[in-house]
Each structure stands twice: as structure tokens, then as C-alpha cells.
């Protein structure tokens, strides 16, 4: 996969930049680590800038997220509450356990789509239940721009700097990555565990 996106951004740079970015946003296994660590090294041997990159990678992230966002508008509350109403008993879920996580996204939602662009695979999602919970969409394109631009200027100055030994920076990435998935599937897991206990003591009750 590596090489297919390095040809791509070899060949149409900035638009090849945005293209490949909002595609990782919406298909979060594209590894963004490669497309700007090698975007910042080609500033070094191209006609491409450090800002002309960042500034394509961000609008492909905003891009991206918005999918994802409209995607989550179609999720709504409402619609949820059908299907838990329908199916929520297979897994002890009530409307009320929405409701809930409906709260606790408005409430901390905002700053849990800004620190989610920091990390692999959760900084694509994290546009869905921003969408479900209608969370303002200026507030959530300004935090989600802010974010990604950080994320952008980190890995691009860093492919800059390091030139013909970008890969390391992507390689090292992939490394942080896998460390972010096994940590996230640990905690679905306990999550899992602790809802499941719950609900049969509530039960037993």
C-alpha cells in the first residue's frame, strides 16, 4: 500500500495530498503517518512547501470528517431509540443508556474531537457521535481543523527535517499506532466486562 500512496502524491502533490487525506479520514486503515512524512520530505526535492502540504492535508482531514459527520446526522438519538427499543434487550441496552451517552458527548464532546485528532483510528470516528449528537458543526469544524493542523505540522516539519529518512518517522508511528489500537481494544474489553456486570446486578436487583 505504501508504494501505491507515495506514487500518488509523487504525482499530484497537493491535490494528491487532500485526496489521500480525506480518504484516510473515512478509511481510517490508510496510514496518514506515510502521506505526510512523505509530503514533508518532498518539500525538500519538489517545488512543494511545508505549508502548501499542510494546509492540503488539512482541508482532506476537514473534508473527511465531514463525511463521517453527516454520516453520525443520519444516527441520530431518535433513530438509535428504535433500534434499542427493537433489539436493546439482546444486549441489556435501554433508551435511558443513550440518552446518557447523549449527555455526556454534549458535555465533553467539543474537547473529545479535539484531543481524538491525536490519536490513530479515533480521530476518524470521533466525526460520528459528534454528528449523532448534532454538536454544533462550526464548533466542530473549528476544533477539528485545529487538531489536524497540529497533527499535519507535526508530521510533515518532522518528514522535512529528517529527508531521505522519512520512513523512519512513519515506521515509528506505525509502532505508536499499534500500541493506541491494543490499548483501545484492552479497554472495550473492560468496558464490556464493567457494563455487563452492571447490568446483571441491576437485574438482580
Known amino acids: 500500500m505504501e508504494s501505491w500512496l507515495i506514487d500518488i502524491v509523487d504525482k499530484f502533490g497537493y491535490m494528491g495530498i487532500m485526496f489521500l487525506i480525506a480518504c484516510e479520514n473515512i478509511f481510517p486503515p490508510i496510514p496518514s503517518e506515510v502521506i505526510l512524512s512523505f509530503g514533508g520530505f518532498l518539500t525538500t526535492t519538489s517545488d512543494l512547501t511545508k505549508t502548501g502540504v499542510v494546509l492540503s492535508a488539512t482541508a482532506g482531514s476537514v473534508l473527511g470528517a465531514i463525511v463521517l459527520y453527516i454520516i453520525g446526522l443520519q444516527l441520530d438519538v431518535s433513530r438509535l431509540e428504535k433500534i434499542v427499543n427493537r433489539w436493546g434487550h439482546l444486549l441489556r441496552l435501554k433508551t435511558s443508556d443513550l440518552h446518557k451517552a447523549d449527555s455526556w458527548f454534549d458535555k465533553y464532546g467539543p474537547w473529545t474531537v479535539f484531543f481524538c485528532r491525536f490519536v490513530p483510528l479515533v480521530r476518524s470516528l470521533i466525526s460520528i457521535p459528534a454528528g449523532m449528537s448534532n454538536m454544533n458543526v462550526t464548533v466542530f469544524l473549528l476544533l477539528t481543523t485545529a487538531g489536524t ?25 506505525e509502532a505508536y499506532a499499534r500500541v493506541v489500537y491494543l490499548v483501545l481494544i484492552v479497554l472495550v474489553i473492560l468496558l464490556a466486562i464493567l457494563f455487563f456486570r452492571k447490568r446483571r446486578r441491576s437485574h438482580g436487583k
Open 149 to 173: 493542523l497540529i497533527w499535519n505540522v507535526l508530521l510533515v516539519y518532522v518528514g522535512a527535517s529528517i529527508g531521505a529518512s522519512w520512513q523512519e518517522i512513519a515506521h515509528s508511528m
